[in-house]
């Protein structure tokens, strides 16, 4: 099984950080010691940029959750199939080629979902085997690479498009100054990315899937999710996710890297989901790693922020066309999510 191509694609609107800073501030109407309190927590998160769905007026006139969804839907198809025809582009196959499509978002819904009206936009197989996925959050990129692994495993002569978009923005609450939700306005972007995965008998140049682990770890629902109500989706962010992160994370990679007879040291490549800056750090200090260990994912978090179940995806990208390995290097791809729960993929270049 091999990744045989990942692209990226993101709403045409950029922004500094500054500027998306102060814009919140005067919609959510917080008087002054309150502003200072969000510009404290909002320069914490080490995002310099982020891409939004809309230019900023246009979140002012969104009343209604079914407002936001309406713009999901629209630009969800647009950078989705952006992100696939550049993953396709890129592994030198055609849409034809695709066999199985599984599609991730946790900040809309539609029925029929993305990747229906994907067959219909970019003309996919009509057999092509469809499987929307949703409530896996940030985790979700890196999920249904291992399920996409789990398929052409069965089916070594086919090719599976992973597809996660997210568009964070259009979830924000915008006259919540709760600290969950100032966070969240400063650190989550919006954007999508594909992957495509290729069977054992397709000829492919990326890096091969070895293997992959899902680990669910007991009553943690409320560590992290979203919430919702008439107004759309509410953050759920709590403070134990770095905890979580150290307290569970180290054992998991060891017992999963020693099935594989390998161990921390053979791992040349980390491929982290951009979490914010303290889950970086509670990863590289869990796993014993250093910060320049972690450099792609720094960098994505500072260009880019969160975007949910995309991210992890974008720094695989970041890896694989601009830091790529020695030939037989050995890479692992972490994220973890809502559950909660770590998805691990291993890797060999």
């Not at 992973?162 to 259009?170: H, I, P, Q, R």
């Not at 008998?201 to 919702?228: K, Q, W």
């Not at 905890?243 to 982290?272: E, M, N, P, T």
Request: charged share 20%; net charge negative; with cysteine.
């Amino acid at each position: 099984m091999t990744i045989a191509g990942v692209a990226t694609a993101f709403p045409g609107t950029r922004y500094g950080e500054g500027v998306l800073r102060g814009a919140l501030q005067r919609r959510s109407g917080a008087r002054a010691k309150t502003q200072a309190f969000m510009k404290t927590l909002q320069t914490q998160v080490g995002v310099n940029t982020r891409r939004v769905a809309l230019p900023l007026e246009g979140y002012y006139g969104l009343q209604r959750w079914g407002q936001a969804n309406d713009h999901w839907i629209e630009i969800a198809q647009d950078i989705a199939q952006k992100a696939l025809c550049g993953a396709l582009a890129r592994a030198g196959l055609v849409s034809s080629d695709l066999s199985a499509l599984l599609f991730v978002s946790i900040t809309g819904i539609s029925s029929p979902s993305i990747d229906a009206r994907l067959v219909n936009y970019m003309g996919l197989p009509l057999n092509i085997k469809r499987m929307p996925i949703f409530g896996l959050g940030y985790v979700g990129g890196a999920a249904a690479i291992s399920r996409a692994a789990d398929y052409v495993r069965a089916f070594p002569n086919e090719v599976a498009a992973v597809l996660a978009v997210e568009l964070c923005s259009l979830t924000l609450q915008q006259d919540d100054v709760s600290i969950a939700n100032v966070i969240s306005s400063a650190l989550f972007g919006d954007g999508a990315a594909a992957v495509l995965v290729a069977g054992a008998d397709r000829h492919a140049g990326g890096p091969r899937i070895l293997a992959t682990r899902s680990v669910f770890y007991p009553d943690s629902e409320d560590v992290m999710g979203t919430d919702s109500s008439e107004k759309g989706f509410r953050i759920v962010l709590s403070s134990e996710v770095p905890a979580a992160v150290q307290d569970h994370l180290a054992a998991d990679v060891d017992i999963f890297l020693d099935d594989q007879a390998l161990s921390r040291s053979h791992i040349g490549s980390w491929v982290l989901h951009t979490g914010g800056p303290r889950v970086l750090e509670g990863t590289a200090a869990a796993l014993g790693l250093t910060r320049a260990d972690l450099e792609a994912s720094w960098d994505c978090l500072r260009d880019m922020g969160n975007f949910s179940s995309a991210s992890v995806l974008a720094v695989l990208e970041e890896v694989m066309m601009n830091r790529r390995p020695p030939a037989a290097a050995y890479g692992l791809l972490v994220a973890m999510g809502p559950g909660f729960r770590s998805e691990l993929v291993l890797m060999q270049w």
